[in-house]
Nanobody, 124 residues
């Protein structure tokens, strides 16, 4: 059974940073691509970044380029999303998801498994 568990969210002031983690189990590292998504109240789920280690592919949404960095730790089977220069508009529940086809795009429909999400709130 594939399980994804996010952590690292919280309340942070504008301009601050957070590192979100996504711990994966039930799959091996090369079996899937990982995407990070976010969903603010009343808005659709938005893809912010994805990574496919198998294909050496990393994507970022234009809205987060230069501020978000996706990375992985193969030994821990864990993925990270470093978020810098946080803005109030970044407030959302952040989810990680696994794509077993390795397309590694930013469309939520590509992803097969989802974590439960972690809340990020940016406020002074």
């Amino acid at each position: 059974e594939v399980q994804l568990v996010e952590s690292g969210g919280g309340l942070v002031q504008p301009g601050g940073s957070l590192r979100l983690s996504c711990a994966a189990s039930g799959v091996t590292f090369d079996d899937y691509a990982i995407g990070w998504f976010r969903q603010a109240p009343g808005k659709e789920r938005e893809g912010v970044s994805c990574i496919s280690e198998r294909h050496g592919k990393i994507l970022y949404a234009d809205s987060v380029k230069g501020r978000f960095t996706i990375s992985s730790d193969t030994a821990k089977n864990t993925f990270y999303l470093q978020i810098n220069s946080l803005k109030p508009g970044d407030t959302a529940v952040y989810y990680c998801a696994a794509d077993l086809t390795h397309v590694a795009g930013l469309d939520p429909a590509l992803y097969d498994y989802w974590g439960q999400g972690t809340q990020v709130t940016v406020s002074s």
